[in-house]
């Protein structure tokens, strides 16, 4: 069975950092390109950031500069660092497992950030 387990959300004040990690079972995690994506109340899914299993790495413009997409093979984990965060990052933080036809969700993180 597949899981994708997210963690490290938080309330983080404007100008703070956090880590989210996604530890994933049940999968040959090096073939997959893993990748976040969030979901702010009201509005569409959308991607943050990925990364292949070759390590390339792509970002949504409004991440660019801030945001990280890291992963470790030997620990099944892709991690994202933040920094600089801003209100308009509050959303809840979803990791995501892509292989040709292959799609898998993890539940989610909640990020809040706010003074």
């Known amino acids: 069975q597949v899981q994708l387990a997210e963690s490290g959300g938080a309330l983080v004040q404007p100008g703070g950092s956090l880590r989210l990690s996604c530890a994933a079972s049940?999968?040959?995690?090096?073939?997959?390109?893993m990748g976040w994506y969030r979901q702010a109340p009201g509005k569409q899914r959308e991607l943050v950031a990925t990364?292949?299993?070759?390590?390339?790495?792509n970002y949504a413009d409004s991440v660019k500069g801030r945001f990280t997409i890291s992963r470790d093979n030997a620990k099944n984990t892709v991690y994202l660092q933040m920094n600089s965060l801003k209100p308009e990052d509050t959303a809840v933080y979803y990791c995501n497992a892509r292989r040709i036809t292959l799609n898998f969700w993890g539940q989610g993180t909640q990020l809040t950030v706010s003074s």
């Open positions: 049940g999968i040959t995690f090096s073939t997959y390109v």
């Open positions: 990364i292949t299993n070759g390590g390339s790495t």
